[in-house]
């Protein structure tokens, strides 16, 4: 009997065993695939295939303290492996005590000073890191953006060009020879939010009544996706965010473009009225006309955006006229309010709309 006791508690070790090493396996896996996964446009946010150097750095610490656990995780699950194995209970010594290493100055000096050493070289390798992203200069041709959190989306503001725009960044490349990076202030203009675009930079948070920063300097042209990172209210989970990274030709004529005024089509005037005789002028803004609202994003240049809602819907005329209608639909909780437009009115609006490239 106490043997096949014996044999069952064995059998339970290895299946926990076997199960820990399946499990670190998938993990290693995992990372693997994501760093192997081609660049594409529109990728899916991956910290193992960092554009930037601020992301390069901490996707090189990333991988440095997963050696050290990995190393530790291999010594323990050794050593607790050669410990069951070695002393496990047998009925010939059930009533003889184990040997106790009680007061033993070696043992308790290497379970203190080896832990002591990890946890300071962990400590300098990453305030290291951090002191070098903080840090850094700002050079001259440096492009500066104000980033403002909003329950739920996001406002970019470029001082230096006149321009607003919202929850798609425009950045340029950042040419090694001849840096161009993107340095961004982050507000926010109700609760806690977190900027997280995980290829080009680390989360930092947006708090309000406090100026964080942060900086970036894509490597390659491409969209990167984001988010917020830090839990802000019902829709913080499509409080998405597009980093679109352009050459230096492209992000110019993006520039020139946003710097225009919006186009005033006869044709929509019906659009334009509703625009301006309804809530929406409260809490959005289209240059040239009455409406100046903050609360919500500025539509002079509406449809050069991809997306709308947060990144919540592609930009389209069907997207465009539900979420008028009913921003639930699209995103439920959201503070966009449902405009109970007649069919008439919201088909002008929607075509008014339009207009704004």
């Known amino acids: 009997m106490q043997e096949t006791t014996h044999k069952r508690g ?3 070790v290895v299946c926990r065993a076997t199960g820990i090493l399946v499990l670190l396996a998938g993990i ?47 010594v323990v699950f050794t050593l607790l492996t050669y410990v069951v194995v070695k002393f496990r209970g047998r009925a010939a010594g059930a009533e003889r005590e184990p040997a106790q290493v009680y007061g033993s100055t070696q043992i308790e000096l290497a379970w203190t000073v080896i832990p002591i050493l990890i946890v300071v070289v962990l400590f300098l390798a990453t305030a290291r890191v951090i002191h070098a992203i903080q840090d850094a200069p700002k050079p001259t041709a440096a492009v500066e953006v104000t980033a403002v959190g909003h329950q739920f989306w996001w406002e970019f503001r470029y001082p230096a060009l006149g321009i607003v725009t919202a929850n798609e960044l425009h950045v340029p490349v950042s040419d090694p020879s001849d840096p161009t990076p993107t340095f961004l202030k982050l507000l926010s203009a109700d609760t806690d939010h977190s900027f997280w675009a995980p290829q080009l930079a680390g989360k930092t948070d947006l708090i309000p009544n406090r100026v964080n920063e942060m900086w970036m300097d894509p490597h390659r042209a491409g969209i990167y996706l984001g988010q917020c990172a830090q839990y802000c209210g019902t829709q913080h989970a499509k409080m998405l965010l597009r980093v679109s990274v352009d050459s230096p030709e492209v992000f110019d004529a993006w520039v020139l473009a946003q710097k225009q005024p919006a186009i005033q089509d006869d044709r929509e005037i019906a659009g334009r009225h509703v625009f301006e005789t309804t809530a929406c002028v ?26 709308i ?42 075509r008014y709309l339009e207009t704004l490239r």
């Not at 990372?31 to 991956?46: E, I, K, M, Y």
């Not at 809490?283 to 449809?303: E, I, Q, S």
């Not at 997207?319 to 909780?333: H, M, S, T």
């Not at 309010?337 to 008439?344: C, R, V």
Request: proline fraction near 8%.
């Open 28 to 74: 290693l896996l995992a990372a693997g695939l994501c760093a192997a996964s081609p660049s594409t446009d529109n990728p899916v946010p991956n910290i193992f295939a960092p554009q930037s150097t601020p992301a390069d750095s901490i996707y090189h610490l990333s991988y440095f303290v997963l050696a050290i656990t990995a190393v530790i995780f291999l």
């Open 309 to 350: 809602a947060s990144g919540a819907a592609e930009n389209t005329r069907e997207n465009l006229r539900l979420w008028i209608q009913n921003p639930d639909a699209i995103k439920p909780g959201s503070l966009m309010p449902a405009m109970k437009l007649s069919d008439a009115d919201l088909d002008a609006l929607v």
């Open 10 to 12: 064995w059998g339970i």
């Open 282 to 307: 409260n809490c959005h803004a289209v240059g040239g006309t009455n409406g100046t609202g903050r609360f919500g994003p500025d539509l002079t240049h509406l449809m050069s955006r991809r997306t």
